[in-house]
C-alpha cells in the first residue's frame, strides 16, 4: 500500500520568509513518481512538480525547489523568499510507475498563509 | 479555456436524489481521471479511462457510482441514491499518455 504523510497541517510565515513543506512516503513499489500540487482557492489542482524515484537531483524551479531524499523517504519543498500569492494549500502525491496502475495517492495537504 | 471543464460546479440536492457531473477534458488527453475530495483532506482516487474504456476502479466507487466516457471525449459521473457522506468535492483530471496532469475546478456536492 502506498502512503504520503503530511504532518504539517497548517503554516503561517511573514511574506519574504522562506518555508518547508515536508512529506514523507511509504511505498513498497522499487520505481515510483512523486508530484506536488499546489490548490488555491479556486479548488483548480496546479501542478508544481513530478520526479521519478530514480532521480535523486535537487530541483530549483525560480522561487521554488524540492529535496527528493530517498534515504529517508523524503520529498519536501521549499518556497524561498514567499509571496502573498504562494497561499495555498499544498499537496504531496506519490504514483507507481507501471502501466496499468495509475492510481496518485496524496497527502493530507498543508494550508499555508503568508501574512503580508 | 482549453482547460479541464466540469459541470456543474456546485450542486445541491436532497438525500436519495441521484446527480450527474459532466467533465471536459482538454482536447487531445487520451486519460481522464475521477477523484473525490472531502474537506481537509487530499484527492483520491475514484477511476480512469484510456479513450472510452474505464480501467481500473477504487473500491471507493460503490455501486451507486459509474462513470462513462462514450466516444472517448467527455465524461460523466453519476450518483444514485445519493447519501450525506457523498458530499465532497469531484474532480477530474486528463492527460495525454503518461504526460503532465491537469486537474479541473471541481464539481461540489452538497448532500441535505
Known amino acids: 500500500a502506498q502512503k504520503v504523510t503530511q504532518a504539517q497541517t497548517e503554516i503561517s510565515v511573514v511574506e519574504k520568509e522562506d518555508v518547508t513543506l515536508d512529506c514523507v512516503y511509504e511505498t513498497r513499489d522499487t520505481t515510483y513518481y512523486l508530484f506536488w500540487y499546489k490548490q488555491p482557492p479556486s479548488g483548480e489542482l496546479v501542478f508544481l512538480i513530478r520526479?521519478?524515484?530514480?532521480?535523486?537531483q535537487n530541483e530549483i524551479s525560480g522561487r521554488y525547489s524540492w529535496n527528493f531524499q530517498k534515504s529517508t523517504s523524503s520529498f519536501n519543498f521549499t518556497i524561498t523568499a514567499s509571496q502573498v500569492v504562494d497561499s495555498a494549500v499544498y499537496f504531496c502525491a506519490l504514483s507507481p510507475t507501471n502501466f496499468g496502475n495509475e492510481k496518485l495517492t496524496f497527502g493530507t495537504g498543508t494550508r499555508l498563509t503568508i501574512i503580508p | 479555456d482549453t482547460g479541464v471543464s466540469q459541470n456543474p460546479r456546485h450542486k445541491i440536492t436532497k438525500r436519495g436524489q441521484n446527480v450527474t457531473f459532466r467533465c471536459d477534458p482538454i482536447?487531445?488527453?487520451?486519460?481522464l481521471y475521477w477523484y473525490r475530495q472531502t474537506l481537509g483532506q487530499g484527492p483520491e482516487f475514484l477511476t480512469y479511462f484510456q479513450n472510452e474504456a474505464q480501467l481500473e476502479k477504487s473500491r471507493l466507487l460503490s455501486d451507486r457510482f459509474s462513470a462513462e466516457r462514450p466516444k472517448g471525449s467527455f465524461s460523466t459521473l453519476e450518483i444514485q441514491r445519493t447519501e450525506q457522506g457523498d458530499s465532497a468535492m469531484y474532480l477530474c483530471?486528463?492527460?495525454w499518455g503518461f504526460g503532465e496532469l491537469f486537474f479541473g475546478e471541481g464539481s461540489r456536492l452538497t448532500v441535505l
Open positions: 520526479r521519478n524515484s530514480f532521480d535523486e
Open positions: 482536447s487531445e488527453h487520451n486519460r
Open positions: 483530471a486528463s492527460r
